[in-house]
C-alpha cells in the first residue's frame, strides 16, 4: 500500500477539505440538485488499487450500477462483500490507528449536469450527509477533500471545480479507516454513501446559518436568534405569522433577542409548532420553531418548569432491505408506532439519525436525546489500555464530532440532552467535547453515561442498573456505593437528576420488570425514568438456499467475528410487528392512571403538562369475559398532576360468573399518529362475588390396574392416556424444560436469588447441566377403582440423583372428567426451574388442532413479570398466532390464569378443559405449539424448526419469570420459580 494511502486511512484527524464550522440542516429556497439516484461503482478487496478512476475521461463501462444512497454490502446479492454484526468486538485487529490492508474501497461515479444559471452563485457547496467509513471527492479529476465521521455531515467547497454541462464527481470509500476505532457501535458495519448527496447553489449575499434559540416562561416565548451571513446580506427579517412577528434586522448587529407576550409552548405531548422564515433578498429558509426552556434545578430534569420523566427508546437507524438508510414513511410509521405505545422519548443511539427524523420529532412529539457518533466500546477488551478518549491525538476528531453533532441539529425543540456518545470508556477528549457543548449551548445539558464519576456531565446516568440499586440512587442511602465513584464523587452523583439511557435489555421474549423501575420513577422524583434498549431488532431480510425468507443476524454471512443474534434486541421485530414486551410497556408507562374504590374510580394524570381535554372515558362490564353493559364515564378535565375522584356506574355482578369492570381512556379525536377511540390507558377491576372451589374428590380404595380403561371422554391402556374426545393423544408427561429465552441464556453477574443462580452461569446452562431438557420417566404404580385411575411416575434425567415425583389421579364423577396432577420434587435442586407443568401431544390424525378459544388473561402472552398488559377476557386465536416468532426460536406464546380452554380444529371445539385453582388460589397457564420446547431450543432461525405433525399443549403449573439478563440483572426473586410442590387440577369434556 502506498504510504500516502497508509497516511490517510490511518489518519485519526476528521479529514481535509471539508468546510468549517459546521452548519445546520436547513430548509432553504436556495436551488439544490439531489444526485441521489444510480451511480457507476466498482468494489476493491484493498485500498490500494489506484486512483485512475477519478479523472474525467475514465471509461467506467465494465463498472455496475449501485444505487446512492445505500450500503454496497447489502446489493448485488452477495457480489460486494457481506455484512459484519459485532456488538463489542472489532472486526479487525487491534492496532490503532491502523487498519489491515485487506480493507473494501467502494469507488463511484457519477455524470451531472449543472443547472443552467448556477455559475452565478456565488459557491457550490457538494454535501454529503452520510458516509461510511472514511471517503475521498473529485470533481472533474480534481482532488477536493476526504472526511470520517460516518453519521456526520461534511460540506466541499466545489465551485473552482465545477463548470457549464457536464461534471463528473468521483468518490472513493473505505470500509476501514482510523475512524472504525471511534465508531465501534451495537450494529451491523455497513459500508458506502448510505444518505443523501446533494450540490448546493450558494447564493451572493446568502444566509449561512441560522439558529433560533427559544425559551418560554409564564405564557411568554423568548427568542434568541444567530445568524451567520456577511455585512451585504443585511437587510435580513425573521417572521413567525401566527405570532405577528416581523422583526427586521438592518445590520449584523441589529440582531437581538426578542420577547413575545403569549405563546403556546412545545412539549413531547403538545408539540405546538410555529412556522418561521429568515429570509432576505436572496434566499428564504424555512423553520420550525417550538417554545421550550431545558434547565436542571437541584436533582430535577424540568422543561417550561416542569419534571420530565422519560418514557424513552433507545432507536437505532435500522431497515430490513435498506440497512441505515433514510427511509421517511418507514420513520413516520415507527415513529407514529411509539406513540401508539406511549413511548414519549428517543435516544438516538448511538449517532444523530438522518436529519428528517428529527423534523419528524419535533412534529409528532419526543424528548430527544442526540447522541454524537462516537464509540470505542473494544477496548474494554484490552482494559481501555490504547482508548482514544484519553489521547491527545484524537482531541481534534472527538471535537470535529461533537461541532457537526450540535451545529448540525441545534435548531430542534425536540432534543433536549446532548449526549456525548456511547460506551467509550472516559478520559479528556470527552471532557473537552463537554466544555465545547456547554460554551456553544447553555440552553441543553450535557449527558454522558460513562462519566460515572461525574466531573464533565449535568445528570447522572446508568445503563442496566438493578431495582436496588435504581432504588438507592433515587433515595438518600449514600451508603450504597454508585458505580465507579468514590463516597464523594458519589454523593455529587445523588445531586443530580438521574436516567437509566439503557435498562429493560429487550432481546427476544422479555423483558421483566418494567413496572418495578415506573413503580421507583413515581415514587423518587430524582428518578426521571429510562430508555428500553431498544426500539427494534437490526434482522436483515435474507434467503435460504431454497428461497425461504428469514432475518438474519450476526453469523448468518459467515463473519469471522460476530456477537450473533445480540443485535435482535427490539420491542418490535424486523417485520415491524409489536412484541408483547412493546404492549408490557405501554401499560406500565400510561399517561393516566386509575384506582378503584367501591363506587368511585381516582382518575390520575401523569403527562408532564397536558390535561385529559383530548381524551374520553369508556367503561364495560363482562361476565366470564362477555360484555354485558357498557357506557361513557363522565370525566372532568383533569390538570398534569393532578387526580380527581368520578363516580362509577353501578355494575351488575353475576352470581355464578366472574363479574368484571373495565375502564378506558381513548383518544377523543383522530391525530397525526393514531385514530379516534385508541387507547391509551386502561384498568380492571374484580367486582366478582368470591364463590367456592369445587373440593377435591375424595380417594377411593385403590386396587392394582391393568389392562385398558375407559372414563368419559378418556381411554387409557396400561394406565398411559391414548385418547381423548376421539382423538389420539399421549401424556400427561411432566415438563419442567423450556426453549431457553435470551433472558435465560445471558450469563451476566446480575443474580437477584444468588440461592439459585450463579453469578457467570446462565440459568439455561444450569438446567441443561441437571437434564431438564432430556427427562424421562419411570412408572412406579398404576392403580384403579370405580370411575378412577391412579398412575405414579418417577422422573428424573441421566447420571442425575434427583427427581420428581407426579402423582395422576383420573376421576369420573357424574359425566365429569377430572385429572388431578401433583408434582412434588425431590430435595437437593440447586436451581430455579424454567416451568412446571404437564403436556399433552396430540398428533394431526385427518385434521389438526389448529385454534384456541380461552378466557383467562390475554390476549397476548404473559409470564409472572410481564403480565401488566394482560387483561381478564374471552380470547381466541389460531395456533401459529398463539406464539411470536422470535429471530431466535425461544419460548413463547404462555397465557396465564387460564380458566377454561376449547381447542379447536377447522372452526369447531373438539376438546374443553376448565382449570380449578390450587389451594392457594393460583391458577395455571397454557401453552399451545406446533414444536415441542426441545424442537424450539435446537433451532437457531424459525425456518430450522422440522416440520410439524401434532399440536403440544402445555399446563403449566407455574413459569419462572423472564427478567433482562441478556444484558442486565435477573429475574427478580419474588418471580424465580423455585422447585415446590404443585397441584394442577383440570376438567376435560369433549365438544359442548
Known amino acids: 500500500m502506498p504510504s500516502e494511502l497508509t497516511d490517510l486511512v490511518s489518519d485519526v484527524t476528521p479529514g481535509r ?4 464550522p459546521a452548519r445546520s440542516w436547513l430548509h432553504s429556497d436556495a436551488p439544490s440538485l439531489s444526485l441521489n439516484g444510480s451511480w457507476r461503482f466498482r468494489l476493491s478487496p484493498t485500498a490500494s488499487v489506484t486512483e485512475d478512476f477519478a479523472v474525467e475521461d475514465f471509461d467506467d463501462h465494465d463498472w455496475e450500477d449501485m444505487a446512492v444512497p445505500s450500503h454496497w454490502v447489502l446489493e448485488g446479492d452477495g457480489a460486494y462483500g457481506r455484512p459484519i454484526y459485532t456488538n463489542v468486538q472489532f472486526p479487525f485487529p487491534m492496532d490503532p490507528p491502523h487498519v489491515p490492508d485487506e480493507n473494501p474501497t467502494g469507488d463511484y461515479r457519477r455524470v451531472f449536469e449543472l443547472p443552467a444559471g448556477w455559475t452565478d452563485a456565488e459557491r457550490v457547496v457538494l454535501r454529503f450527509d452520510g458516509v461510511e467509513s472514511l471517503f475521498r471527492v473529485w470533481v472533474n479529476g480534481v482532488e477536493i477533500g476526504s472526511a470520517s465521521g460516518s453519521r456526520l455531515a461534511h460540506e466541499f467547497d466545489v465551485t473552482s471545480s465545477v463548470r457549464p454541462g457536464d461534471n463528473v464527481v468521483a468518490v472513493r470509500v473505505h470500509q476501514w479507516s482510523a475512524a472504525s476505532y471511534v465508531e465501534d457501535q451495537d450494529q451491523w458495519w455497513l459500508p458506502g454513501i448510505f444518505r443523501d448527496v446533494t450540490l448546493l447553489a450558494r447564493p451572493a449575499a446568502g444566509i449561512e446559518d441560522v439558529w433560533l434559540r427559544t425559551g418560554f416562561d409564564s405564557g411568554r416565548g423568548h427568542i434568541d436568534p444567530e445568524v451567520v451571513a456577511d455585512a451585504a446580506a443585511f437587510p435580513i427579517t425573521l417572521r413567525i405569522p401566527e405570532l405577528g412577528v416581523e422583526q427586521v434586522w438592518a445590520t449584523k448587529d441589529d440582531v437581538a433577542p426578542l420577547d413575545i407576550p403569549e405563546v403556546t409552548p412545545w412539549s413531547a405531548e403538545r408539540p405546538h409548532l410555529y412556522r418561521a422564515t429568515v429570509s432576505n433578498a436572496a434566499e428564504t429558509i424555512s423553520l420550525s420553531v417550538g417554545f421550550r426552556t431545558v434547565e436542571i434545578r437541584g436533582d430535577q430534569f424540568l422543561v417550561n418548569g416542569r419534571r420530565v420523566v422519560f418514557h424513552g427508546v433507545n432507536r437505532h437507524e435500522t431497515h430490513p432491505e435498506r440497512g441505515r438508510v433514510f427511509d421517511e414513511q418507514h420513520a413516520r410509521e415507527d415513529l407514529a408506532l411509539m406513540k401508539r405505545f406511549n413511548v414519549n422519548a428517543i435516544r438516538t443511539s448511538h449517532y444523530p439519525p438522518h436529519p428528517r427524523l428529527l423534523d419528524l420529532a419535533d412534529e409528532l412529539g419526543f424528548w430527544v436525546v442526540l447522541e454524537c457518533d462516537l464509540e470505542t466500546h473494544g477496548f474494554h477488551k484490552v482494559d481501555w489500555k490504547g482508548n482514544p478518549s484519553d ?8 471535537l470535529d464530532r461533537i461541532r457537526r453533532t450540535v451545529e448540525r441539529d441545534k435548531n430542534h425543540p425536540s432534543i433536549v440532552l446532548w449526549s456525548l456518545g456511547n460506551e467509550a470508556g472516559t478520559g479528556s477528549n470527552l471532557a473537552a467535547m463537554s466544555s465545547w457543548v456547554h460554551s456553544r449551548d447553555a440552553g441543553r445539558p450535557v449527558h454522558y453515561e460513562g462519566d460515572h464519576a461525574g466531573e464533565y456531565t449535568d445528570v447522572y446516568s446508568r445503563m442496566y442498573a438493578s431495582v436496588p440499586e435504581t432504588e438507592a440512587i433515587g433515595t438518600d442511602g449514600s451508603r450504597v456505593p454508585l458505580l465507579g465513584c468514590t463516597p464523594a464523587q458519589g454523593a455529587r452523583q445523588r445531586t443530580k437528576p438521574f436516567l437509566l439511557c439503557e435498562y429493560a435489555h429487550a432481546m427476544g421474549n422479555g423483558p421483566g420488570a418494567f413496572d418495578q423501575y415506573e413503580e421507583l420513577v413515581r415514587a423518587h422524583p430524582r428518578l426521571h425514568g429510562g430508555f428500553v434498549w431498544e426500539w427494534r431488532d437490526h434482522g436483515i431480510l435474507a434467503r435460504t438456499a431454497d428461497g425461504r425468507p428469514f432475518y438474519a443476524y450476526g453469523g448468518d454471512f459467515g463473519e469471522t467475528v460476530h456477537d450473533g443474534n445480540f443485535v435482535m434486541d427490539g420491542m418490535v421485530l424486523s417485520d415491524g410487528t409489536p412484541t408483547p414486551s412493546l404492549h408490557e410497556f405501554k401499560a406500565v408507562v400510561q399517561p393516566v392512571m386509575f384506582s378503584f374504590e367501591a363506587d368511585k374510580v381516582a382518575v390520575t394524570n401523569l403527562r408532564h403538562s397536558a390535561d385529559t381535554s383530548d381524551l374520553r372515558f369508556r367503561w364495560r362490564v363482562e361476565h366470564d369475559g362477555r360484555v354485558v353493559e357498557s357506557g361513557e364515564l363522565e370525566v372532568p378535565v383533569i390538570a398534569a398532576g393532578v387526580s380527581g375522584r368520578v363516580p362509577l356506574p353501578p355494575v351488575t355482578v353475576a352470581p355464578d360468573a366472574e363479574s368484571w369492570l373495565t375502564v378506558e381512556a381513548v383518544l377523543a379525536a383522530e391525530t397525526a399518529w393514531a385514530p379516534q377511540g385508541h387507547v391509551v390507558a386502561t384498568a380492571q ?43 389420539a393423544v399421549s401424556g400427561p408427561r411432566l415438563e419442567l424444560f423450556r426453549a431457553p429465552t435470551d433472558n435465560d441464556e445471558g450469563a451476566s453477574d446480575e443474580v437477584e436469588h444468588s440461592d439459585a443462580a450463579v453469578p457467570g452461569v446462565s440459568n439455561a446452562e444450569l438446567w441443561r447441566r441437571e437434564g431438564l431438557h432430556r427427562l424421562t420417566t419411570r412408572r412406579v404404580r398404576v392403580e384403579q377403582a370405580a370411575d378412577a385411575l391412579r398412575t405414579v411416575d418417577k422422573v428424573s434425567a441421566a447420571n442425575s440423583a434427583l427427581f420428581v415425583m407426579v402423582e395422576c389421579v383420573w376421576t369420573l364423577d357424574g359425566g365429569e372428567l377430572e385429572l388431578r396432577a401433583q408434582i412434588e420434587p425431590s430435595s437437593g435442586w440447586p436451581t430455579v426451574w424454567p416451568r412446571v407443568g404437564i403436556r399433552f401431544d396430540l398428533p394431526d390424525g385427518t385434521q389438526p388442532i389448529d385454534g384456541a378459544e380461552w378466557f383467562g388473561l390475554g390476549p397476548l402472552e404473559s409470564y409472572p413479570d410481564s403480565i401488566r398488559a394482560a387483561r381478564t377476557g374471552r380470547f381466541s386465536s389460531s395456533v401459529r398466532d398463539l406464539s411470536v416468532d422470535y429471530a431466535r426460536p425461544q419460548e413463547t406464546g404462555h397465557r396465564s390464569a387460564l380458566r377454561e380452554l376449547s381447542l379447536t380444529s377447522g372452526g369447531m371445539e373438539v376438546l374443553h378443559l376448565v382449570a380449578l385453582p390450587d389451594t392457594r388460589g393460583r391458577r395455571p397457564g397454557f401453552v399451545l405449539s406446533r414444536h415441542t420446547p426441545q424442537e424450539i431450543a435446537a433451532a437457531d432461525h424459525p425456518h430450522e424448526l422440522p416440520a410439524s405433525v401434532a399440536t403440544h399443549l402445555h399446563i403449566d403449573a407455574a413459569q419462572h419469570g423472564l427478567g433482562s439478563r441478556a444484558c442486565g440483572p435477573d429475574v427478580w426473586p419474588d418471580f424465580a420459580l423455585r422447585p415446590e410442590t404443585y397441584t394442577l387440577r383440570l376438567q376435560i369434556s369433549g365438544p359442548r
Open 17 to 20: 477539505g471539508a468546510l468549517r
Open 391 to 398: 489521547d491527545p491525538a484524537w482531541r481534534e476528531a472527538y
Open 685 to 727: 377491576a374484580d367486582r366478582s362475588v368470591r364463590r367456592r372451589v369445587p373440593a377435591a374428590r375424595t380417594r377411593p380404595e385403590w386396587r392394582a390396574g391393568t389392562g385398558t380403561l375407559a372414563l368419559g371422554v378418556a381411554d387409557f391402556v396400561g394406565g398411559s392416556l391414548v385418547r381423548l374426545a376421539d382423538r
